[in-house]
């Protein structure tokens, strides 16, 4: 079975750091594409880093110079480097993976495979 697990999240104040991470094993497919997405209640979740399987990395404009996404191979493990954090970074955190292409259209609940999240909470 298929399964996502993160960790690392918290409560920092403003400038702090943490760093998430996603332990993923039971994949019986190969992974194309790993990201990290946040959430905050009401609104639609968001990809903030994502991880291609050639090693190449993007993260989106809100969170570049401060967000790094990494993966070590060894330990099935990707992670978050989050550093200056800020009020407006505060959201839940999710760990995403897929067999295809990355995909951002609608419905994106069901084009992933998503573990549980982890809140981040950052104060003023």
């Known amino acids: 079975q298929v399964h996502l697990v993160e960790s690392g999240g918290g409560s920092v104040q403003a400038g702090g750091s943490l760093r998430l991470s996603c332990a993923a094993s039971?994949?019986?497919?190969?992974?194309?594409?790993l990201a990290w997405f946040r959430q905050v209640l009401g609104k639609e979740r968001e990809r903030v880093a994502t991880f291609f399987t050639d090693g190449t990395t993007t993260v989106d404009d809100s969170v570049k110079g401060r967000f790094t996404i990494s993966q070590d191979n060894a330990k099935n493990t990707l992670y978050l480097q989050m550093n200056s954090l800020k009020p407006e970074d505060t959201a839940m955190y999710y760990c995403?993976?897929?067999?295809?292409?990355?995909?951002?259209?609608?419905?994106?609940?069901?084009?992933?495979?998503w573990g549980q999240g982890t809140q981040v909470t950052v104060s003023s």
């Open positions: 995403a993976a897929r067999g295809g292409d990355c995909y951002s259209g609608p419905d994106i609940l069901r084009q992933y495979t």
């Open positions: 039971g994949f019986m497919w190969p992974i194309r594409c």
